[in-house]
Each structure stands twice: as C-alpha cells, then as structure tokens.
C-alpha cells in the first residue's frame, strides 16, 4: 500500500466514518473509493483535491507524509494547501523553536516543508515568544549591523503577505538562500526590500521566488558585543557609501 492509501485510511478511521459516507461526501462510489484505499488505484487531482478538503490536510502530505507518524495535532496550516510545519512543544509545553545553523541554511531551502528534516534540528524554548510559529536562522555577512556572523535572528511564522509591514525587517526564505532585509512596500510581482547598511542597494525579491517570511521576534547574539565593534561598522558602512557615490560620480562622467 502507498503512502496516501495509508493516509486516507487512517483519516477516515480517526474521524470514524464509513467508506460510504466519505464516498458520498466526495461524489464518487464506495467501490471506487475503497480501490484508493486498498492502493489498487490511484485518483485524478481533482478527486486529490477533493479528499484534500474533505480531510483539511494538504495534498503534499497526504501523498507524501506518514501521518500516523506526524500527528497533525502538533502541526499547524500554512496557506495555499502547502505542507504543514511541525509545531512542537517540550515537557514543559513551550515552543520548541528549531535552530538552523550556518552549515545546514542552505539544506534547510530543500528541506524546509519535510517534517523529517524539521525535527532533526535541534531547537530552545523562549517562554516570552508564545502565540505563533517561530524559528532561528543564522546571520550572515555585514548588510544588517550590528546582526552578523554568530548571530541568529529569531522569526515569527508570517501566514501572509499582506501582513508585512513597512520598516519592519524580515527573514526571506527564497530559492536562491536565506536573507534577513527590511522591507519597504510590495506589488504583484514582489517585495522592495533593504539593508540597514546603506552600501547595499535596495532591491526586489519576486514573489515566484519567495518559499516563506519569517518576522524578526528576537535575536541571539553567541558573541560578545563590544561598543568598539558598533563604531567600526559605521565607519565602516561610511566609507563604503563614500566609496558607492564615488563610483556612481565616475560613471556619470564618463557618459
């Protein structure tokens, strides 16, 4: 039997209905539903999407993940029929928030909607984030001073665009890596987005490209901040926007 024939089995003897009912539910004939079952045939999407709502689960996890495995009680929606994201708990019952460390980030735009690949990261518990699905993501490079390498940003699960509010940064999940940027204002075809290190360019992020927004909740710094590191990034960020208005004068001078 596949995966979703087991699923589906399992889903219907949860909620304690017959083939029958579910197969009514869905327009279809016992017998033919009980062929899904059975794993003797496979359905047509739409009859997938059908089950999908009839189920409230997703399609990705319904063909793809063991649920008798992951219980969806400790799992939470995500929009547009996506899989679902593990939520898990402690002894305590706190959030357990995983942790991708640098050496996985780039694993994690693979693995990120495998729950398999969620629970092996190791995670902490921060009573004072609660309400909501959160997780830490590594820093990386000199764009978001005084964020850099050895710290990690700790983003709120953000279900939807729309939410995004202007000034405030975010954690951006796209196909080609991990960004943490503020944003600015959004259209139909993506995010504007900045880096509080005025050397670097504003620019967009397409949507197409976007996997999932995470909002800053809190950060954690696994070095020691010194004051004299503050001073040197700004001077640092002064000489490299100097160093940008030079070039762009140049440029303009030799048109």
């Known amino acids: 039997m596949s995966i979703f024939s087991e699923n589906i089995r399992f ?6 209905a017959s083939q029958q009912k579910v197969a009514d539910d869905i327009s279809i004939t016992r017998g033919r539903y009980a062929t899904y079952e059975d794993g003797r045939s496979e359905p047509p999407i739409e009859l997938l999407i059908k089950l999908s709502n009839h189920y409230k689960v997703s399609i990705d996890l319904l063909v793809g993940v063991d ?6 009680d400790n799992m ?3 929009p547009n029929n996506r899989i679902l994201l593990p939520m898990k708990v402690d002894e305590a019952g706190e959030n357990k928030i995983e942790i991708v460390p640098q050496k996985a980030s780039m694993g994690y735009l693979s693995g990120y909607n495998d729950p398999e690949f969620v629970e092996g990261l190791q995670h902490l518990s ?4 609660r309400n909501g699905k959160f997780r830490a993501f590594p820093a990386d490079g000199d764009s978001m001073p005084p964020y850099n390498d050895g710290t990690y940003i700790v983003g709120k699960y953000l279900e939807d665009k729309k939410d995004l509010k202007k000034g405030k940064t975010y954690i951006f999940i796209t196909k080609d890596g991990i960004v943490y940027k503020r944003y600015s204002k959004q259209n139909d075809s993506g995010s ?4 509080d290190n005025s ?6 992020i397409k949507w197409s490209e976007v996997y999932e927004i995470w909002e800053f909740a809190c950060s954690i710094n696994t070095q020691e901040l010194r004051i004299e590191n503050l001073e040197y990034q700004e001077i640092k960020s002064m000489f ?3 160093r940008s208005e030079i ?3 140049k440029n303009k001078s030799e048109i």
């Open 11 to 16: 889903l219907r003897d949860k909620t304690k």
């Open 67 to 72: 649920l008798q495995k992951y219980p969806l």
């Open 76 to 78: 939470i929606n995500l």
């Open 126 to 129: 921060l009573p004072f984030l």
């Open 192 to 195: 504007f987005v900045s880096s």
């Open 199 to 204: 050397f670097y360019e504003p620019y967009e």
């Open 240 to 242: 490299e926007t100097l």
């Open 247 to 249: 070039r762009s004068s």
